[in-house]
């Protein structure tokens, strides 16, 4: 039988909702984008870009970016974001479970807010490691489970019903670091960064900011 091709990746509406919402809130989150790419060099690859929010924080040491995103409206705006970012980006289509580089031709890479949404976290982390030179660096900043019994349980319940559907695929009760240690990275220093800092909790309140080594001494 021959292989089905990978569905598409196209929430036009979840598109438009988050390249305002995530204008709205980069007050909050833009230092976290600074912390996140603060002393990275070399070359770069970020995964699932959306519209390019981070391309203004990477530090002049980057000698080039490589931004996959696979939904087209995303896409398009971070095509925009990259011609007004101080070091070069290419913005490619793809998707985090096969990304469409060679293996180990990177010296960092980045997921911000990205490993709630992929189809299979497993597979984009084995990805992750596989684009990465040996002793490569991943950062990361994402949100998950977190906040105690009830609102673990209330996380559960809106992965498995609304959520993923109005938000673009997004899962508010996966673990990211766990799924980062078990994919073979080494952990770095983690920070748990509340958002928003203050008020009430919402289930993407629970963030981690951190950075994870694919091991020196590795093969794949
Ligand atoms: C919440 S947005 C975050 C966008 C951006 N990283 C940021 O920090 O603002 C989630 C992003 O993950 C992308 N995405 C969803 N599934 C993906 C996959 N399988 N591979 C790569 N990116 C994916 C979405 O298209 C979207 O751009």
Redesign the pocket.
């Known amino acids: 039988m021959p292989a089905r091709a990978p569905r598409e ?1 196209h929430h036009p509406l979840f598109a438009r909702f ?1 390249a305002r919402f ?1 204008l709205a809130t980069e007050g909050t989150v833009g230092p976290h984008r600074e912390a996140l790419l603060a002393g990275l060099s070399g070359r770069v690859i970020e ?4 519209n390019g ?2 391309f203004a924080h990477y530090p002049g040491t980057v000698s080039e970016v490589v931004a ?4 087209r409206t ?1 896409r398009r705006l971070a095509v925009n974001a990259a011609l007004r970012s101080g070091v070069p980006v290419d913005v490619v289509p793809g ?3 096969k990304l469409p580089v060679k293996s180990e031709a990177f010296d960092a890479a980045v997921v ?3 490993l709630c ?3 299979d976290v497993e597979r ?1 982390l084995a990805e992750l490691r596989r684009v990465l030179r040996p002793g490569g660096e991943l950062r990361f900043f994402e949100h998950g489970r977190g906040g105690g019994r009830i609102m673990e349980a209330t996380q559960q319940a809106l992965d498995r019903t609304v959520w993923p559907w109005l938000f ?3 899962h508010v009760g996966r673990d990211p670091v766990a799924a980062i240690r078990s994919a073979g990275f080494e952990l770095g220093p983690v920070r748990r960064v509340p958002l928003p800092e203050r008020g009430p909790r919402l289930p993407t309140s629970y963030c981690v900011l951190g950075t994870a080594r694919r091991p020196a001494d590795t093969k794949r």
């Open positions: 990746i988050y995530s995964v699932g870009a959306g929010l981070n996959i995103e696979p939904e995303l998707s985090a479970e911000s807010l990205v949404s992929v189809r984009s673009g695929g997004c």
